[in-house]
């Protein structure tokens, strides 16, 4: 990995054992020489508070401290590919993380030796017509508004329809296979796989989990739908409008320190 000169720093929002925890590392950051930065709205006491957008031209590295929410957000924030070290404070699984507090000093002076090393992830994205909605590192889900009426949905993959009733449809990526898709019972599949994963919710007809390579998907619901985005935005989708799914251009780059074969799996406790 490149040598690192200046990190921005993004915390887990209205969190005190986040925010403690990034004056921290930016102290320990000055101390060795490296510019560090607050992504908007953090704030530190003596270091420069810097908007998302302005980030890629003058960090080399984010640290994106908090749950698995925190990192989620952090990825869809930064723009490009700035390799991400996620740390896991006052956070539940910490899936995504690389490191938590008990390690947290070590591993940054390991980082800052040069030990690190880079996890390339895919990413998803879904589009209205001509609007661009923000990127999925773990998956896009669509499901009904009326939670009285069960609707069709209709779903165009590789030259292919198929429509069955149903109350929604995940569309996962390897890392988001522990997420959303895996509590509905879908497959868990190494994070590094170049594919896609769909799970339909309550299928009427027992529609099973489908595994399937990366091509685009066009989904369309009967009635009004929820287009929801790593769990976290929220958008409403008509009755008959088309949603296109497609692989995102920028994958995202996580900083890793140990190599382990289902990283996944060992995190949930496999």
């Known amino acids: 990995m490149e040598k690192v000169r200046a990190v921005a720093i993004i915390t887990k929002r209205k969190n005190a054992e986040a925010k403690a925890a990034a004056a921290?590392?930016?102290k320990m950051l000055d101390s060795k020489g490296i510019?560090?930065?607050?992504?908007?709205?953090?704030r530190i006491n003596g270091i420069d508070t810097i908007e998302p957008d302005d980030v890629k031209g003058k960090a080399d590295l984010v640290f994106a401290?908090?749950?698995?929410?925190?990192?989620?957000?952090?990825?869809?924030?930064?723009?490009?590919?700035?390799?991400?070290?996620?740390?896991?404070?006052?956070?539940?699984r910490g899936?995504?993380?690389?490191?938590?507090?008990?390690?947290?000093?070590s591993a940054i002076n390991d980082i800052l030796d040069g030990k690190g090393f880079y996890d390339s992830r895919i990413r998803i994205q879904a589009f209205l017509g001509k609007t661009a909605f923000s990127p999925a590192l773990n998956e896009i889900l669509i499901t009904r508004?009326?939670?009285?009426?069960?609707p069709t949905i209709s779903i165009k993959l590789m030259g292919d329809e198929k429509s069955h009733r149903m109350d929604g449809i995940v569309?996962?990526?390897?890392?988001?296979?522990?997420?959303?898709?895996?509590?509905?019972?879908?497959?868990?599949?190494?994070?590094?796989?170049?594919?896609?994963?769909?799970s339909p919710i309550a299928p009427v007809?027992?529609?099973?989990?489908?595994?399937?390579?990366?091509?685009?998907?066009?989904?369309?619901?009967?009635?009004?739908?929820?287009?929801?985005?790593?769990?976290?935005?929220?958008?409403?989708?008509?009755?008959?409008?088309?949603?296109?799914?497609?692989?995102?251009?920028?994958?995202?780059?996580?900083?890793?320190?140990?190599k382990k074969g289902m990283r996944q799996l060992a995190k949930l406790g496999f």
């Open 35 to 42: 510019l560090a930065y607050a992504i908007s709205p953090l």
């Open 205 to 258: 007809n027992k529609m099973p989990q489908l595994v399937i390579p990366i091509e685009e998907i066009v989904v369309k619901s009967s009635h009004k739908s929820h287009l929801v985005i790593d769990g976290q935005e929220n958008h409403i989708i008509k009755a008959g409008q088309e949603v296109r799914i497609a692989r995102y251009p920028h994958d995202v780059r996580f900083l890793r320190l140990n």
């Open 95 to 105: 899936i995504l993380s690389e490191v938590d507090t008990d390690n947290m000093q």
């Open 171 to 198: 569309i996962s990526t390897p890392t988001g296979s522990t997420g959303h898709n895996l509590s509905i019972g879908g497959p868990v599949l190494h994070e590094g796989m170049s594919c896609l994963i769909l």
């Open 65 to 92: 401290i908090g749950g698995d929410g925190t990192t989620l957000k952090a990825f869809r924030t930064i723009p490009g590919d700035l390799p991400l070290l996620s740390i896991n404070v006052g956070g539940h």
């Open 145 to 150: 508004a009326d939670l009285s009426r069960t």
């Open 24 to 26: 921290k590392i930016a």
